[in-house]
């Protein structure tokens, strides 16, 4: 008999350090201002601290309830390294026993020189970011490193049991995509098999070195839109977890195994793990429905009831939670305890560390520390924890009545739109009166907006918060780095400048900042990829803008050069996408809220003589939902959003949008119903391969396919980039064609931007010569 599954547990917690010390560990190490063994030792203080954290907030450090889900750059990735699944251009790299060391790890990760790294997507419906493993028919899996036996084993030698967290194979295998040189239409899924055994030899390490249960992430089960039928996944999920249940531990049992299904409703496929003989299922029941009719009758499984949303910082509502728990308990003799519906990595640590929050916004928010305390409360029952019922109970009624939550005149203008207010006129008009202001080349050439963020810019932002500089001293910083970053692009050739977002700490908070309905964090940080990390603003009330945000910088730009200059907005849903947004009024309100503040800053920018504006929704991919039967209304309201925000720009005004790090092919209808006249996205980590699609789709208007991954330090060769521009002007035409990097410049520094962006402009200039 395994032990019993804790009664209150979490299914992953922050892996980067309250104040990052993780990312600023691994930065040192890349920049080579430390070493390795600095770098290892950072990490396992980190993991230590955490322990230490969640043994004080009450999670019992003798039951598994623990979870050890390090990684220094994505758990995806993680297990890719342990199982050997390497892309044999970096074979040079691996050691006899074929494992990486630190540094070879990270330039599979990152690239170097003239390899390019693993391509990098979004992770389900969140802002976190995972590599994609390249699996082939001739990938030779094998136990190659035992990086998360060994974080086991650390915390045991200090006392701690905890449970072990891995991507589960089915999901690694769905996540994957064919690598270069496999076979037309080969599925990764069909080594599932070869996967699976050495799974079951990580059990057995596992198992050596004391564990008792490991947790395996499945939330690719929750999602029926893979290429790959949904029978068969089904399938493979019994084939893969009937083969780990009985699979033979050397000296003893296998640890009992936890599959957990986050993100959306597993269904019916909770059965198909129970026939298989796993010990435990978690359930999702914020982002899921009630599975009642899922789990009825199933006995001799723990079902973990994720009531506590692991996805957004609002208070759970107690009651209501302790309801679902009951309903759940109800059908079935299966045993149920408490957790969160995700890992915790989506929300910051605590809101200890946010003391300039309004003391009543504050006490609405629930981070990952917090939340930890509300699955304790659950478990334990209103009974043995009155008190934090009751303060839950007065907090999500304060949340409910408070000022701004609801404003009539927010409501009624939204209320008012109508479908001609989504419109513009068509695009033969639109580019006519556009091509009669704006003197373009063919393959004209610009950048995405950000440029790199400078030590001294933070350093002023910081100087201006503590009151060093006066609002005065700092404009005039920010004017110097825009007439620096305005006489570059003019050296440089570009065809169309940006002023480079010097004033914005974030594409996203900059906005929340200077609109109604946010607040903002000081250390509210969680990891989007690798060691970036983003602060999310808090979507808290009903949204408007009460004056304008971006005008006078771009007008200032526009005055220091006779080239266009591209206004730069951040579009309704990537604001939304990369917030921790409201819950109490649907997605699709908000959505118009803020895209009539956009109107208005666009109807502003219009009247400063700023003739192309781009508005960024790199998150429209992020969102969608996991289930067919939802996409359509939320392409629906997202794509409508975008329209009402652009609808007012007049038919002279060049309207840009970019999108970035998304499974385009899904969505590309939408991207197209967007109505854009130029749109830029991410295409250089595949090596345009969304073009195919973009074609098939019959898109007409501008296009600007990345030509440089600009996630990357590495400095892509002018031949490198010609031969891109080459493959793009075969498949979609010259005419529309734009030349751009993958995304904003903000996270690289300058001598790596200068010579990528030499090289870009000389690629552009050499194939339009070739014709």
Same mark, same amino acid.
């Given at each position: ?270 059965? =198909? ?86 003391? =009543? ?411």
């Amino acid at each position: 008999m395994p032990a019993p599954f804790p009664a209150a547990t979490i299914l992953g917690y922050p892996r980067i350090g309250p104040r990052r010390e993780l990312k600023r560990a691994v930065e040192s190490f890349w920049s080579g201002r430390s070493d390795a063994d600095t770098l290892l030792s950072t990490a396992r203080e980190l993991r230590a601290r955490t322990r230490t954290r969640l043994a004080e907030l009450g999670l019992r450090p003798d039951d598994a309830s623990i979870p050890s889900d390090f990684a220094f750059y994505d758990q995806v990735w993680s297990v890719a390294a342990q199982i050997g699944a390497i892309p044999t251009r970096f074979d040079h790299l691996r050691d006899a026993t074929g494992a990486l060391d630190l540094a070879g790890h990270f330039t599979v990760a990152r690239g170097e020189g003239d390899l390019a790294p693993l391509e990098m997507t979004k992770w389900f419906d969140s802002n976190y970011h995972y590599l994609v493993p390249e699996i082939g028919p001739d990938t030779e899996f094998r136990l190659v490193e035992t990086a998360s036996v060994t974080h086991f084993a650390e915390a045991l030698a200090e006392g701690v049991l905890t449970r072990p967290v891995l991507v589960g194979p089915v999901t690694f295998l769905l996540l994957s995509k064919a690598a270069d040189g496999a076979p037309a239409g080969f599925d990764p899924l069909s080594r599932l098999d070869d996967v699976v055994a050495v799974y079951a030899e990580l059990l057995a390490a596992f198992a050596q070195a004391g564990a008792t249960w490991v947790q395996l992430d499945e939330p690719a089960l929750v999602s029926d839109t893979w290429d790959t039928p949904r029978e068969q996944v089904k399938a493979a999920v019994r084939r893969a977890y009937s083969a780990l249940t009985a699979a033979s531990i050397p000296d003893g049992g296998r640890p009992a195994l936890f599959v957990a299904a986050p993100y959306n409703r597993l269904g019916c496929a909770i059965r =198909d793990l129970a026939a298989s003989g796993v010990e435990a299922v978690g359930v999702d029941l914020v982002k899921g429905e009630a599975p009642e009719q899922d789990v009825a009758g199933i006995e001799n499984v723990t079902l973990v009831a994720g009531v506590v949303d692991g996805h957004n910082i609002w208070r759970t509502d107690l009651d209501a939670a302790a309801a679902k728990v009951a309903a759940l308990s109800s059908v079935g003799a299966a045993r149920v305890t408490v957790s969160t519906s995700t890992s915790l990595l989506h929300v910051p640590h605590t809101t200890a560390d946010e003391p300039d929050l309004p003391a =009543d916004l504050r006490s609405w928010l629930a981070f990952a520390d917090e939340k930890v305390g509300e699955v304790l409360a659950l478990a334990a029952g209103e009974a043995a924890a009155p008190e934090a019922f009751q303060t839950n109970r007065t907090a999500v009624t304060s949340r409910r009545d408070a000022v701004g939550v609801l404003v009539p005149s927010v409501r009624e203008r939204t209320a008012a739109l109508t479908d001609a207010d989504a419109t513009r006129s068509d695009y033969a008009t639109r580019v006519a009166a556009q091509d009669a202001v704006l003197d373009l080349p063919a393959l004209p050439t610009t950048t995405i907006g950000s440029f790199p963020q400078t030590t001294e810019l933070r350093q002023a932002r910081a100087r201006l918060r503590k009151g060093e500089i006066d609002d005065a001293a700092y404009t005039e910083a920010m004017r110097a780095e825009i007439r620096e970053v305005i006489g570059l692009q003019e050296r440089l050739g570009l065809d169309v400048l940006v002023h480079g977002e010097p004033e914005r700490n974030d594409m996203v908070q900059y906005f929340a900042e200077h609109l109604d309905g946010f607040a903002t964090t000081q250390n509210g940080w969680v990891q989007s990829y690798g060691s970036r990390c983003t602060r999310p603003s808090i979507l808290w009330g009903d949204v408007s803008r009460p004056a304008p945000i971006t005008v006078d910088w771009s007008r200032y730009a526009a005055s220091l050069t006779d080239k266009p200059v591209k206004g730069m907005l951040t579009g309704p849903v990537t604001i939304l996408a990369w917030s921790f947004v409201r819950d109490d009024v649907p997605l699709a309100e908000t959505a118009n809220q803020v895209a009539l503040a956009l109107r208005d800053e666009i109807t502003d920018l219009e009247a400063a003589g700023i003739g192309i504006i781009q508005v960024d929704e790199p998150a429209l991919r992020e969102l969608l939902p996991l289930r067919r039967d939802q996409q359509p209304a939320y392409l629906d309201w997202s794509v409508r959003a975008f329209r009402v925000a652009t609808g007012g720009a007049a038919d002279a005004t060049q309207v840009h949008t970019h999108l970035c790090y998304s499974e385009f092919g899904e969505v590309i209808g939408a991207i197209d119903g967007l109505d854009a006249d130029v749109t830029s996205i991410e295409a250089a980590r595949s090596r345009m391969e969304i073009l195919p699609a973009v074609a098939e789709a019959g898109f007409e208007r501008g296009i600007g396919p990345g030509v440089y991954d600009i996630h990357s330090p590495r400095v892509p060769s002018e031949q490198e980039i010609a031969e891109l521009l080459t493959a793009a002007r075969a498949s979609i035409g010259g005419r529309k064609l734009w030349v751009n990097p993958d995304c904003g410049l903000k996270t690289r520094g300058y001598p790596e931007t200068i010579a990528s962006l030499q090289n870009m402009v000389s690629a552009a200039r050499a194939v339009r010569q070739a014709g």
